[in-house]
């Protein structure tokens, strides 16, 4: 048995009840290194080009890594894979809190969900104890009831990942969260839809037992040198959050505003980690194994949104349903952010899909017969607030807006498609290709659509570094060259991080990759490993998501775009002036150093040297 | 009554055989010029959004210019639009030969047709009388056997604008033919398909009248000055037509090879003008009022293809039927040539089909199985001709290809959208972005779709000048520096030569804008005319296309794109190395010359401007 690896992965049928456990091949976690990897390898075997996303074929993968449950720093995480509903293509989430570490002490590494239950139900894990129990008293409740629910079934040890009403009603954007009021979120490219349309709300998991690695001692000594530095180079994030950035994203011009098409916003300082701080933070959150602690929990304790409480928003959801709403309200903010957790839907898209109809509403496209009354102006809070309660619960125009920008606008047609800001049908996150070059082609390329996690450039040109990758210093950010080159060693780190499963913060925490191999060294205990062979497993994680996607779902270079706004409206502000990235010739140079013919395939090459040919072996 | 002008205007409902004469103000001659901009202003007013291209509420209209049929050089000329069936927006085509002078002297401006007959009709318009003609035995006959026979019929004086059998079958890439074996073309945007759908063959004209003009002996004096420099200017036109120009455009790295996949290809020597110099050129051909000739009268006296003769390949056909496919072999290409015409299917667009085949069938997506057994290798002429065939007839794979690449990639599905080169549905002609910068705004921009002939910007890469609006030197094609605004300039001088029909090889022959206001002077009249107000005409009629677009065809921003071909991968030839056009950069530019808002709608100021808020009001 390798260290920090189970090796028992959950089958189970919801249309016939069927639970069993399955065992991979230890060599197999060496070739995909784990959670995002294997994940992506099982969907690859068991989904294909006629799975519909929503039908019972589909798969819904929880998958942990080798570092979760271990004190590997940051590494507290699970992913969770599946067909999208959003996109219809290759969907997945990373997540932190303590649902994957009790997974893994409960004894599995992960969970492999399909069929549709015949009616609601939740599975519980206890202890290797696994069952399909009746969820009906759970159907309807919010995602913080569901947490309390279960909680009081079953004990307070009991951890939860499920879906609120929006993931039931298969709203196109719903998450599934984790931890309660804790709230941490598989937000995007609509997971919770598929919970939802196999009638599963929640998935409860009790684990005491310990994660077993290799060397539990040099370990200990290894991460002694580590930890101290990681600590010191995240300060800001232990002290203002991941909103600590937003003052910065604005001075840079990367935070959207006004749907994308405009720069400067004074009004940042409103709505900033900083303000934060000042006044509704109460204390930090830790993810397990996590030493930096960039979790918010906040308490409002008066005015209209008094009672709001639990996980305090991050900079995404500042930058979505703020600033980019031109929102500048905190308290607001955090209140619509509450309730994007308790219903069940992702703030980034959904903090998009409400810019997008204030600027249709703004050009009289829609009124406030389409909107039920309510007034959709810029920078108006409660009608930000009503826009995320009808997208949640699948009402109103929030039926519309809750099927994601992309098709939202086609449904609407017209000039629509101008305003909808999105790559592959995910909604671009708060960081914009204009002020972070390599997000052009990393947002154009990545596999689940427009995603900075799945990317990863952008953090070398805000100062990260990789020195066995020859990345010393700061990356010119307004500067396109060589950006094909980072993007692709970023995205193939970033599927290294989504496997082992640890934190991207730790990035910022100057974490190298020698450091990594050491972490696997005495965690898994492969003596022999290398920087060059988790780099390869990377790139060949990032390629068999991308033949995924081709091979499924259609998807070639007439794909690797980004929307109109994007690519030819500067937001001329004192951030990026003029500035924009050119796409066409950084995708050029990043197909030649990918490997990919100039369609945006991966070569048979390519696939032979990255040991992809044989991929059409079933894992299992 | 201004010179140049008849002032009348043939409506003509196929459904009920109701012959109008319209007659539109004097004024409106001065605000949209003439054809091309009459023409768009009637489409305007009597299509929109619900407009079926294919329906019989489309309106085929036929419009001459004031200067057609008067003795300006090469104005000749006459302008078809409607509603396209192969986009689905704006559609026009300006042609040269004699059937516009000849309509001219028939007493009419032009010809409005809308409704369908019931059964297969022509349209005979003879020195003023019009009538609707049974056409039940044209049915079938290609449209040089169709000339034939209505001059049979109706004399040797008789000239015909006509579709073939592609036109009858409603091919998407159907063309409009004139003047049989001297074959001129409206051959983009599939006009001969709404000629089709109304059940009609043929308009045939007989005219022997004068077409006045102001000042006569004025005229002619000043003539004196403009001919010898137009000549003088033109020799090479003169002596190798528009297919001089392929050696070239090879060498540039502006002719398209290897379904624009690749540059350097030196067999272009083998179907140049130069050689068809050498080989099966018979004479030149003149259309009205040309003092160039660049037209090729050809005739194969031996071989497989011995027997073709009338008009020989241009420039483009060269590009899209020869190089594009690889097929070296001149003669093949003439041949294909004169089915393209007998068939009546546009070159251009036929070539482009093919070359799109030819790749799937290399790569694997289609077969023998699909084609027929033919084998559709790159480089085969014989396959090359098949498919031609096939088209026109719309037969097998034809019947796909006919629709256009942009259709039948989407149909075909997976990667096929990838070897798809168009925008906006229609296929790019002959030259190449990569090799010419300002082709990718004006292609991503133009009102028919990719169209060199409505950009222009590329004239001034090749070495044309216009003093007036300070281009006195051969702009750099490498570089886009100020291409937004030369696109600017020359699509409105495009609306200019397009509406009181000039031809654009006039360009070539150095005529000036302040020569224009001068032919205008002595043949409409205007003496107070300014080169400021031919620009603005200009400008008014390219916004009012492009108004057209956006509110009846939700045309914006997001359909101003390339091909991803052309947008991010290189030619690497000797001719553009790895240059890429950054077409973000350039449209920004663009937008804001045009006075168009960042989704490139016209803004309610530049309207205005160009007291364009009339335009719900009806020219007639």
């Known amino acids: 048995m390798l260290g920090g690896y189970t090796g028992k992965v959950l089958n189970i049928d919801l249309t016939t009840g069927n639970i069993e456990i399955e065992k991979y091949p230890d060599r197999m976690l060496r070739k995909y290194l784990g959670a995002s990897g294997i994940a992506a390898k099982i969907l690859y075997d068991r989904t294909d080009e006629n799975t519909d996303p929503l039908g019972p074929e589909n798969h819904l993968i929880y998958m942990t890594g080798p570092f979760t449950g271990t004190r590997v720093p940051s590494s507290g995480r699970h992913e969770i894979t599946a067909k999208s509903p959003l996109t219809g293509i290759f969907g997945e989430g990373d997540v932190g809190g303590t649902w994957g570490v009790n997974l893994k002490r409960a004894g599995y590494d992960g969970i492999i969900i399909h069929g549709k239950a015949e009616k609601p139900v939740y599975i519980l894990v206890e202890e290797g104890q696994v069952s399909i129990l009746d969820g009906e ?5 919010d995602t913080i009831e569901v947490d309390e629910k279960l909680k009081e079934t079953h004990g307070p040890k009991t951890v939860t990942s499920c879906i609120g009403p929006a993931g039931e009603k298969q709203v196109l954007i719903a998450s599934i969260m984790h931890d309660g009021k804790d709230a941490r979120a598989v937000g995007r490219a609509g997971l919770g839809a598929v919970m939802g349309s196999k009638n599963l709300k929640a998935i409860a998991v009790i684990g005491s037992g310990k994660v077993d690695v290799a060397d539990e001692e040099g370990l200990k000594e290894c991460l002694k040198k580590s930890l101290p530095k990681i600590i010191a180079n995240t300060q800001s994030l232990k002290q ?41 933070l109460k204390k930090r959150y830790f993810c397990g194994s996590c030493p930096i602690g960039c979790g918010r929990d906040i308490e409002i304790k008066e005015g209209p949104y008094k009672g709001v409480s639990g996980a305090g928003p991050e900079y995404e959801t500042i930058g979505l349903l703020g600033s980019n709403c031109m929102v500048d309200d905190l308290e607001a903010i955090a209140y ?9 839907i992702d703030s980034i898209s959904t903090g998009s899909a409400i810019a997008f109809a204030m600027e249709l509403y703004e050009r009289g496209i829609i009124d406030e017969r389409d909107t039920d009354g309510v007034k959709l102006d810029w920078g108006n809070g409660e009608a930000m607030i009503e826009m995320v309660k009808k997208i949640g619960s699948k009402e109103g125009i929030g039926e519309l807006l809750g099927k994601g920008v992309k098709r939202a606008s086609e449904e609407i047609g017209g000039i629509a498609p101008e305003f909808a800001v999105h790559v592959k049908g995910l909604e671009l996150p708060a960081h914009d290709p204009r002020a972070m070059s390599s997000l052009a082609v990393g947002y154009a390329t990545s596999n689940r659509g427009a995603c900075h996690l799945h990317a990863g ?3 070398f040109e805000k100062g990260v570094t990789m020195p066995e990758l020859g990345y010393t210093e700061m990356q010119d950010r307004l500067s396109s060259e060589g950006k094909g080159q980072l993007t692709f060693h970023s995205q193939n780190i970033m599927c290294i991080l989504d496997s082992l499963k640890l934190c991207k913060m730790l990035l910022f925490g100057k974490v190298t990759l020698t450091e990594i191999v050491e972490w696997i060294k005495y965690t898994i205990g492969w003596d022999d490993f290398t920087v060059e062979e988790l780099l390869m497993a990377g790139e060949r994680i990032f390629n068999l998501q991308r033949l995924y996607n081709v091979e499924y779902c259609s998807i070639s270079r007439k794909d690797d775009v980004l929307p109109p706004r994007i690519l030819s409206q500067p937001r001329l502000d004192r951030g990026t002036g003029d500035y924009l990235p050119p796409l066409g010739k950084m995708l050029y140079e990043y197909y030649q150093i990918r490997g990919w013919t100039m369609e945006g395939i991966p070569s048979e090459e390519k696939i032979k040297e990255l040991d992809l040919d044989d991929r059409h072996v079933p894992l299992i």
């Open 336 to 344: 619509a952010n509450e309730l994007c957790n308790r219903l069940g």
């Open 137 to 141: 008293h759970l159907w309807g409740l």
């Open 240 to 280: 203002l959050g991941t909103a600590g950035g937003a003052v910065m994203a604005e001075k840079w011009g990367d935070i959207p505003v006004k749907n994308w098409s405009r720069g400067d916003w004074e009004s940042i300082k409103n709505i900033s980690g900083e303000k934060m701080a000042k006044t509704i």
């Open 457 to 459: 450039g952008f953090y």
